[in-house]
């Protein structure tokens, strides 16, 4: 049978959402693109005692901020109003949480898709560190069995491995021809061989990498 899995809405959060595949053992962990109050964030829900708890994320800018701010009464115009049917389906450059993992240790983190940032909340006091990405996109995120952080760079092409201990990068161009078209969209790792498999959007293929060869 599949595992079972606490799935719950929390009703004054906009957006909020259980990501479908987090391994979480005890709290469950929703991510929202912003919420009825204005804030970038997600919640983290214990399903034993019902208690939630909201982590902001901080802006980079004061500017950043006041946006977050008003995003709410955007979002409910833009529901009622089409502001610029040219643009469905883009999101305001807004430091949004988009890619959200669970790490080996408990610590949670998370991707900033229009920021270059990933980043990481304690799950005990809650405090936020952000790491800027030298690659632009970071996007869903996921931690292999060693505790290597696994990332793909939509818009720069790339995979990208981050190590938590020693606050180190590694990159590497996704083999699509043309070089540098490929559009990553997501990964996952199979944490038994720790093989990282990447979407691959722009060329409909699905991609593997053998991190002990370094080999796609």
Known sequence: PAPSRVVSRLPETWGAQLH?????VGPTVHKGAGGEDGYSGFTMKD????ETRLVRLPARTWGEAAMLRVMPAFLWLTRHVDLDPERAGDGPQLPIPYGIDVAP????????????????????????????????????????????LWIPSFSGSALARFDPRTKQFRTWPLPTEPAGTETPYALNVDRRSDTVWICGTASDSLIRFEPGTERF
């Open 47 to 50: 399903p034993s005692t019902g």
């Open 105 to 148: 240790d408990g610590g949670v983190w998370f991707s900033q898709l229009n920021e270059r940032r990933i980043g990481r909340v304690d799950p005990d006091t809650f405090d936020v560190t952000v790491v800027d990405t030298p690659f632009p996109a970071p996007r869903r995120l996921r931690f292999d069995s060693q505790g290597n």
């Open 20 to 24: 479908p595949d987090l391994n979480v």
